[in-house]
């Protein structure tokens, strides 16, 4: 009973008992097309920094720390205000064209930054510029991906976001690389190149967008009911009379026409009124928005942004093996996330990988922890095996942020809102996660330097406790369930949250 009952034996049986139709090109090249956006990010947290350490980009610019500083950091600013701003976008135009228009913003953002020509003002606002897509794709695309995924392997198809983003951070760093290595540092080519490459894989989603299908459930909130049973037939590879179609279908329309859910009974304040004053939403809010303060407080990020300061830390001195160092762990967390969206969010369920993922963490911080407390008094007499170490466990950290802290808070921030206000949730979300990455990206060279260095690591220990503490008493479960079964767990008390659905509390839906 026991086996019959596991996460493994549930996501095994939900697969088997899938209808193969659903498995077809459709599905898939609509949801490749909005993971694309993850690139964005990726390509940008790959090069940015990398660029600003390339001798044309120096001679250029006449760069000092603070201006690094800005140019590393200002994207994410311009992402928080960028993932607020797309809810007034997202549910009126579409999914479709938010993706076209947030994937040009980011496109001429780039180009900015490629021809600024010297002019650090006009950097700063190809940065801004940039940052207002990437953090609109982070709502729409991860969003819809959850809206039009089956809800056995919703997970998986999700993490696609997370996955092309670290693609797209691999191809920075070596991208950069090959630049500092083939192309003059005398020619301003040598730093535009990595900019500019930066705009091929939005192009590509936008072209593919013009050849995949809009989300469902969007057209249903639009009162567009027979456009929206048509599509989804399309997605599912059914005709529109199957019982997996029809099924799925009057769940997500009565789950809407029960709530009047529709566009045009709600405005945008109406929507933030019922995000902040309705329990249940509420307790929405608390979740996304605590999970996303607490993935940047367990110092991956920190990690990710400053990767050759740490390596230097830790007694790596060659600048060729930094940057080398810095490709292999973008490699290693591109390879993790595969594997967690393989064999974690759905398989092991979201709150399992959670809790590994943060013990890992927990594990890797301790160790760099003790380690750079010894280091920094016994730099000469340290062996040459806990140095290896000290480099094995910041890559064991990357196993454990791409199953946890980092691939979750992207998942329940897509797919643990109700249709109506989505778009909002997503957006506020995405928000705070924009603005505490670029409060940490600008934090922590002062964090390191005054608490020792050491010091800085024994924090986010600190903090992925705390976490690991709050995934256990009020993360829950959402593996398998569909979107409308997810609202059965928030019309729960908070100290519940946690606990499985009952079955008489299961709608038994598909979504």
């Given at each position: 009973?026991?086996?019959?009952?596991?996460?493994?034996?549930?996501?095994?049986?939900?697969?088997?008992?899938?209808?193969?139709?659903?498995?077809?090109?459709?599905?898939?090249?609509?949801?490749?097309t909005f993971a694309l956006g993850g690139c964005a990010k990726g390509w940008d947290e790959g090069s940015a920094a990398a660029i600003t350490q390339l001798p044309s980009s120096q001679n250029t610019y006449d760069l000092d720390d603070n201006s690094i500083s800005n140019i590393v950091s200002l994207v994410n600013l311009g992402a928080g205000i960028g993932a607020l701003?797309?809810?007034?976008?997202?549910?009126?135009?579409?999914?479709?064209?938010?993706?076209?228009?947030?994937?040009?913003?980011?496109?001429?953002?780039?180009?900015?930054?490629?021809?600024?020509?010297?002019?650090?003002?006009?950097?700063?606002?190809?940065?801004?510029?940039?940052?207002?897509?990437?953090?609109?794709?982070?709502?729409?695309?991860?969003?819809?991906?959850?809206?039009?995924?089956?809800?056995?392997?919703?997970?998986?198809?999700?993490?696609?976001?997370?996955?092309?983003?670290?693609?797209?951070?691999?191809?920075?760093?070596?991208?950069?690389?090959?630049?500092?290595?083939?192309?003059?540092?005398?020619?301003?080519?040598?730093?535009?190149?990595?900019?500019?490459?930066?705009?091929?894989?939005?192009?590509?989603?936008?072209?593919?967008?013009?050849?995949?299908?809009?989300?469902?459930?969007?057209?249903?909130?639009?009162?567009?009911?027979?456009?929206?049973?048509?599509?989804?037939?399309?997605?599912?590879?059914?005709?529109?009379?199957?019982?997996?179609?029809?099924?799925?279908?009057?769940?997500?329309?009565?789950?809407?026409?029960?709530?009047?859910?529709?566009?045009?009974?709600?405005?945008?304040?109406?929507?933030?009124?019922?995000?902040?004053?309705?329990?249940?939403?509420?307790?929405?809010?608390?979740?996304?928005?605590?999970?996303?303060?607490?993935?940047?407080?367990?110092?991956?990020?920190?990690?990710?942004?400053?990767?050759?300061?740490?390596?230097?830390?830790?007694?790596?001195?060659?600048?060729?093996?930094?940057?080398?160092?810095?490709?292999?762990y973008t490699v290693t967390k591109l390879i993790c996330c595969v594997v967690a969206s393989l064999f974690f969010i759905d398989l092991v369920g979201r709150r399992k990988s959670l809790m590994i993922g943060i013990s890992v963490q927990i594990i890797c911080h301790s160790y760099l922890a003790g380690y750079l407390n010894v280091y920094q008094d016994n730099k000469d007499?340290?062996?040459?095996?806990?140095?290896?170490?000290?480099?094995?466990?910041?890559?064991?950290?990357?196993?454990?942020?791409?199953?946890?802290?980092?691939?979750?808070?992207?998942?329940?921030?897509?797919?643990?809102?109700?249709?109506?206000?989505?778009?909002?949730?997503?957006?506020?979300?995405?928000?705070?996660?924009?603005?505490?990455?670029?409060?940490?990206?600008?934090?922590?060279?002062?964090?390191?330097?005054?608490?020792?260095?050491?010091?800085?690591?024994?924090?986010?220990?600190?903090?992925?406790?705390?976490?690991?503490?709050?995934?256990?008493?009020?993360?829950?479960?959402?593996?398998?369930?569909?979107?409308?079964?997810?609202?059965?767990?928030?019309?729960?008390?908070?100290?519940?949250?946690?606990?499985?659905?009952?079955?008489?509390?299961?709608?038994?839906?598909?979504?």
């Amino acid at each position: 009973m026991a086996t019959q009952k596991s996460s493994l034996a549930k996501y095994v049986r939900a697969i088997k008992d899938s209808p193969r139709e659903i498995f077809n090109w459709r599905l898939f090249l609509t949801s490749f097309t909005f993971a694309l956006g993850g690139c964005a990010k990726g390509w940008d947290e790959g090069s940015a920094a990398a660029i600003t350490q390339l001798p044309s980009s120096q001679n250029t610019y006449d760069l000092d720390d603070n201006s690094i500083s800005n140019i590393v950091s200002l994207v994410n600013l311009g992402a928080g205000i960028g993932a607020l701003l797309s809810f007034l976008l997202n549910d009126r135009v579409g999914r479709l064209m938010s993706l076209r228009l947030y994937q040009l913003l980011y496109i001429i953002g780039s180009l900015i930054s490629c021809f600024s020509s010297g002019n650090a003002a006009a950097l700063y606002i190809g940065r801004i510029v940039a940052g207002l897509g990437i953090g609109s794709l982070s709502v729409v695309c991860p969003m819809t991906i959850s809206e039009i995924a089956p809800k056995s392997f919703r997970g998986l198809m999700t993490l696609w976001f997370n996955i092309c983003m670290l693609s797209g951070q691999a191809l920075g760093v070596f991208i950069v690389y090959g630049c500092s290595i083939h192309v003059a540092p005398t020619k301003d080519l040598q730093y535009q190149t990595p900019w500019f490459t930066q705009t091929f894989a939005p192009a590509v989603s936008i072209v593919l967008s013009f050849f995949v299908w809009e989300s469902p459930r969007w057209l249903l909130l639009d009162h567009q009911h027979d456009q929206s049973l048509a599509t989804l037939a399309q997605l599912r590879g059914s005709p529109a009379d199957s019982e997996i179609v029809t099924t799925e279908f009057n769940s997500m329309a009565s789950y809407i026409e029960d709530r009047e859910a529709g566009l045009g009974n709600n405005g945008s304040l109406k929507i933030i009124k019922e995000t902040f004053l309705v329990k249940s939403n509420l307790r929405r809010v608390q979740l996304t928005i605590i999970i996303y303060i607490l993935a940047q407080m367990s110092g991956a990020n920190a990690i990710t942004n400053y990767l050759p300061t740490i390596f230097g830390l830790i007694g790596i001195k060659d600048s060729d093996v930094k940057v080398y160092s810095t490709g292999l762990y973008t490699v290693t967390k591109l390879i993790c996330c595969v594997v967690a969206s393989l064999f974690f969010i759905d398989l092991v369920g979201r709150r399992k990988s959670l809790m590994i993922g943060i013990s890992v963490q927990i594990i890797c911080h301790s160790y760099l922890a003790g380690y750079l407390n010894v280091y920094q008094d016994n730099k000469d007499d340290m062996s040459k095996g806990s140095t290896d170490a000290a480099l094995a466990f910041v890559y064991i950290h990357a196993f454990g942020w791409a199953i946890g802290l980092y691939s979750l808070p992207y998942l329940f921030g897509a797919e643990l809102w109700p249709n109506k206000i989505r778009s909002f949730g997503g957006a506020l979300s995405q928000c705070f996660h924009w603005m505490f990455y670029f409060a940490i990206t600008k934090a922590t060279p002062s964090m390191l330097s005054s608490l020792h260095q050491w010091g800085a690591f024994v924090l986010f220990i600190g903090f992925c406790v705390v976490a690991l503490l709050y995934t256990y008493f009020m993360v829950p479960e959402t593996a398998g369930m569909s979107l409308e079964e997810i609202n059965r767990i928030f019309e729960r008390p908070l100290f519940l949250l946690a606990r499985p659905l009952s079955p008489s509390e299961s709608l038994g839906q598909d979504g």
